[in-house]
């Protein structure tokens, strides 16, 4: 049987996971794993079933705190709350509102416009490898342009933009699996700072709307619905977090497949 309750904790593991993902398709596609406090499920046709069983929830919210004594739980309600309020961890009807909600406000043209400031703001990152010969992908370009440019699709000003990816960090651990008290409550304390930080600039855009995405989520509405403030600012939590992680990883990831492959970058 295999045994991989310390992978997490394994180099090798990071180094190629790989091989431990074939071991676990061909020997347990479906398990329980105590390292992850959840189920492990790793062949294709395994996830395509799951993913279309109505029996199975993104509505963890209940299991997660039962994690935490329950003077604990009581104490982190306002995280309970936001976490109930993201569409990763809500179920239809709910997630299909919150979804449509916010791609009605996250259009091409939106995305399209801010194409001549994301080449300039690559430009801005590139610009001293061409004057030092050599510059780091990871720490000077793909870790540090996704949080810029979700921070201008928000309108959140330039000086605050590395507070903003702090609050993100913090909620990004606790969802992604912190199950320490202190590592929650940080993210609940960065998600509550957030929302005080939002709540004025939201009342500012309901009055005189600019030419944000921020804005454009104020605004929308589908059949009589809209993001109450709650759900906008868990949203942009949810943006700052999905939009920042994810295109750090595929600049890099990207890079590596095409030096990889020296006639697909030629």
């Not at 020997?27 to 105590?34: D, L, T």
């Not at 004057?131 to 979700?150: H, K, R």
């Not at 929302?195 to 804005?215: G, M, N, T």
Request: hydrophobic residues 45%.
């Amino acid at each position: 049987m295999l045994e991989v309750r310390s992978f997490l904790q394994d180099p090798d593991f990071f180094a190629n996971p790989y091989a431990l993902y074939d071991r676990w398709r061909n020997e347990a596609p479906v398990r329980w794993e105590p390292a992850l406090n959840g189920w492990c499920v790793t062949s294709h046709a395994a996830i395509s079933a799951a993913l279309a069983d109505p029996h199975l929830s993104s509505d963890r919210t209940e299991a997660y705190l039962a994690a935490f004594p329950p003077d604990a739980r009581e104490t982190l309600w306002p995280f309970a709350r936001a976490r109930s309020d993201m569409m990763l961890f809500v179920d239809p009807p709910k997630h299909t509102r919150l979804r449509g909600l916010v791609q009605k406000a996250f259009t091409p043209k939106m995305i399209e416009q801010l194409r001549p400031q994301i080449e300039q703001l690559v430009s801005e990152f590139l610009a001293p490898a061409e004057a030092n010969g050599e510059f780091d992908l990871i720490s000077d370009l793909s870790e540090t342009l996704p949080g810029v440019v979700i921070a201008e699709l928000l309108g959140v000003p330039p000086a605050d933009r590395p507070q903003f990816k702090r609050w993100a960090l913090d909620f990004a651990t606790a969802i992604s699996g912190g199950r320490s008290l202190d590592v929650v409550l940080q993210a609940q304390t960065s998600l509550l700072t957030m929302a005080e930080y939002l709540r004025p600039i939201i009342a500012a855009r309901r009055v005189r709307p600019a030419d944000d995405l921020l804005s454009a989520l104020v605004a929308v509405e589908q059949q009589g619905e809209l993001l109450n403030e709650t759900e906008l600012v868990v949203t942009c939590m949810l943006l700052l977090i999905a939009g920042s992680e994810t295109t750090t990883n595929l600049i890099g990831n990207g890079m590596l497949a095409l030096l990889r492959n020296p006639g697909q970058l030629a």
